[in-house]
């Protein structure tokens, strides 16, 4: 069965540092793979995704990920933190039995300091 | 372009009583319909979802139902709340495929 594990549930960066926010997913089929974002009280934006092709994909906002087969992983960054990056970020695997379903993990709420 | 609107935004409810929470796309047709619940400080969970008219999947034993009368229409209900109702309810749409899904704003629901 797919999952996906996100590893820590709070990271904070220094405004201009880098980015990284960690995912590792299982899953037996190659994996479709997203990031979402979510900021407070409101509902998750896309923020990239990967289906098949280049392994490293660009996103909104600055943001890329990195496709890693043999490590699972499939990690968020950002070369240089903006203020208004701080939101709670979710990484996602899709199932398709039927209509496509989302594996969640517990997100990473990124705190982000002047 | 697609649209989806989610109503209402926020609800307070008191324990027992009956909810409707509805979500409505624009743009796209025979669209997969899903309800999500995100409880306090904890991740998603996938509630239902629908690939069609009166097509709906349960994913989780609950006290909520959902049923989709329109192509676009989607809706949530309970006839008695229960305080562990209570969370942010999320809708989203997707297209066949690999496509992702997209989010509504979520309606955030408290059980008094």
């Known amino acids: 069965a797919q999952s996906v594990t996100q590893l820590g549930s709070h990271v904070s960066v220094s405004e201009g540092a880098l980015v990284l926010l960690r995912c590792n997913y299982s899953s037996s089929v190659p994996p479709y793979l997203f990031w979402y974002v979510q900021y407070p009280n409101q509902g998750l934006q896309l923020l990239l995704k990967y289906t098949t092709g280049a392994t490293l994909v660009k996103g909104i906002n600055g943001f890329e990920a990195e496709f890693k087969k043999s490590e699972t992983s499939f990690h968020l960054t950002k070369p240089s933190a903006h203020m208004s990056d701080a939101a709670e970020y979710f990484c996602?695997?899709?199932?398709?039995?039927?209509?496509?379903?989302?594996?969640f993990g517990q997100g990473t709420r990124l705190t982000i300091n002047p | 372009s697609q649209t989806i609107h989610q109503w209402p935004a926020t609800l307070v409810q008191p324990v027992g009583s009956p909810l409707s929470l509805e979500c409505t796309v624009e743009g796209t047709s025979n669209p997969n319909l899903y309800w999500y619940r995100q409880a306090a400080g904890r991740g998603l969970q996938l509630l239902f979802y629908s690939v069609g008219i009166g097509q709906i999947s349960s994913e989780v034993p609950q006290n909520l139902s959902a049923s989709r009368p329109q192509d676009r229409q989607f809706i949530l209900s309970s006839k008695k709340l229960l305080l562990s109702d209570s969370g942010f309810y999320l809708c989203a749409w997707s297209v066949a495929g690999n496509q992702p899904q997209h989010f509504g704003d979520g309606t955030r629901l408290s059980i008094l």
């Open positions: 996602a695997v899709m199932i398709i039995q039927g209509a496509q379903k989302l594996v």
